[in-house]
């Protein structure tokens, strides 16, 4: 394999360029110091709120709400969803630390459940965390990997649960045709620099549910009668006035000027990163050490990052593998030998009992994480494919 070019760990920290009408926008904002999101005397002086309309015009539902995080996001869902102080909520144990965050956030208790080779949640084991104590799924979809969420639906209505999406990592993903996040009660989106839209910080809670939006917008900080100021019309908003608290989690309107623009390119976005990770997979699937998960039918990938497992390797040749990668300019981890982190489900020491989850362990300890930016091309697939290759048949060649 021919090498063309080479590669920094600087250029997988790149987030995505920002479309340049964004500038206009911001500047504009920015030289009238309308920043706040309840600005003006209607919904339609705040970017915020028209970012809101905008967000369920794509996503094909009733409701949004414009936060400061995704995690800011679920804790609202899942309050809104009727979570209290001890109540048990089931989450998979591959998933970033914000997740069960979000639920010991609320005063409740994760119920780790263990995930397959795919990623995905083992639908085996969650039936059997499934218990009347537990009436909340919160379903990440770990890395834009959905689970089978025919099976989940079926589960969730069988057992009267309440399905929330954390679909961070979904933006653009398709399951049957559907947006994912779409399916459970609520869905919970980010706007983080590495996810497809780039706002550096910011997340956006989706619902058809009308009880869920009112309580959300009251919840998250509309204060007296802000709740005007949102494209949402309902009785319940006097039902609920007075009688939530306000935790300020708004986002406000340059955030949400810097997201609106990019909503039209999300599914543009979604054919390069397909087309990088279709070819890196092939070039990958090459080697009889490594196994990168097939595609599921239902599901259309917006891969802005690709996982593989490694084969035949110990813990030590794993090691030796991910700071080869980091020598060579590839940010690469291995999940299982990376030091303190953030999603392997032992590092949260904050829970108060890790279980031992040895299927979720056995994956995670050779499981490989890198991401994809968008403006990978060609030359840089291939030199991140020879590396890799050819850096383990060195290593087992020892």
Known sequence: MKIIQKLKI??????????????????????????????????????????????????????????????????????????KPGDKVLVPAFTFTAVPSAIVHAGAIPVLV????????????????????????????????????????????ENNITLIEDSAHSL?????????????????????????????????????DEDVIVKAIYLSGAYEKMYEKHFV???????YQNTLP????????????????QIKEIDKKVVIYNKNYRYLKGAL??????????????????????????KDLNIKQAKIFMDKMREKGISLYVFGVNENNARVFWNWRYLKDIPS????RSMLKFACDMRLPIFFRKPQLDYIANVILTTLD???KV
């Open 357 to 360: 989850l040895e299927k979720t």
């Open 285 to 310: 699937s090459t080697s009889k050490h490594i196994d990168v998960p097939g595609i599921d039918p239902r599901e259309r990938m917006a891969p802005d990052s690709i996982q593989f497992n490694l």
């Open 172 to 208: 653009g993903v398709l399951w049957n045709g559907k947006p994912v996040g779409t399916y459970g009660k609520v869905g919970c989106y980010s706007f983080q620099s590495y996810k497809i839209i780039n706002a550096g910080e910011g997340g956006i809670l989706v619902t058809n």
């Open 114 to 157: 263990e995930c397959n080779e795919r990623y995905c949640i083992d639908i085996d084991d969650l039936k059997k965390k499934i218990s009347p104590e537990t009436k909340i799924l919160l379903l990440s979809h770990m890395r834009g990997h959905t689970s089978d969420m025919d099976s989940i639906i079926k589960l969730c209505k």
């Open 10 to 83: 600087s250029d997988f920290y790149k987030a995505d360029p920002i479309p340049r009408k964004v500038f206009t926008k911001v500047n504009k904002l920015l030289r009238s110091a309308d920043l706040f999101r309840y600005i003006g005397n209607k919904p339609s002086d705040s970017e915020a709120a028209l970012l809101e309309k905008d967000f369920t015009k794509y996503l094909g539902v009733k409701y949004a709400l414009a936060l400061n995080s995704c995690s800011s996001a679920m804790f609202l869902s899942l309050i809104c969803c009727g979570v």
């Open 394 to 396: 060195e290593i087992l």
């Open 233 to 239: 019309k309902s009785r319940l908003f006097e039902k």
């Open 246 to 261: 306000a935790f300020n989690l708004r986002m406000d309107n340059i955030s949400a000027a810097i997201i609106r623009p």
